[in-house]
């Protein structure tokens, strides 16, 4: 018998209600169940990060994390970052600078830059290299990620100071 939990989970700022089995991912629970594609599965084993969503603002590889777990806690997927048709600047620079080819990595991509440049806008080009090696690329050589990520963050630090 399949039992399933009623939860709630924060997503993009919106409470939404779903009735989970317990060992449903967050990955499949997001596409399946509450319609948001952008979320890409690829390895289901927490390896390439095309995934990545942000957990109380902290990348979390969604195809290891049960729904059930994440009750209560913020969930933002790469819905969250355009505002309307205004893109936000890590999607922009990404498109304007060629920082992806395929496009299937990107939304992993785009929400681990999110958080990482929340946590730290003021990055070197060494500590973005390091953060962006943990989610995987066939196709573009993350160079153009790099410097994407990069001038997404001049942008960011632009737009705090006002």
């Not at 498109?95 to 992806?100: I, S």
């Not at 153009?144 to 630090?157: E, G, M, P, S, Y």
Request: aromatic residues 4%; contains cysteine; hydrophobic residues 35%.
């Amino acid at each position: 018998m399949n039992q399933k939990l009623d939860i709630k989970l924060n997503v993009n700022g919106k409470s939404c209600a779903v009735s989970v089995e317990p060992r449903r991912n967050l990955a499949d629970t997001l596409r399946d169940d509450l319609g948001l594609t952008g979320t890409h599965v690829g390895c289901e084993h927490g390896v390439c990060g095309a995934c990545t969503v942000l957990v109380d603002n902290r990348p979390v590889r969604s195809c290891l994390a049960f729904a059930c777990q994440l009750e209560d806690r913020k969930i933002e997927t790469v819905e969250s970052l355009a505002d309307g048709d205004t893109l936000h600047p890590l999607q922009q620079k990404f498109w304007e600078l060629h920082g992806l080819q395929c496009g299937f990595c990107t939304p992993g991509m785009l929400m681990l830059a999110a958080g990482a440049l929340r946590e730290n806008p003021d990055m070197d080009d060494e500590e973005i290299r390091e953060i962006m090696s943990s989610n995987l690329c066939r196709c573009t050589g993350y160079q153009n990620i790099l410097k994407a990520v990069r001038a997404a963050a001049d942008v960011l630090r632009q737009e705090a100071r006002g």
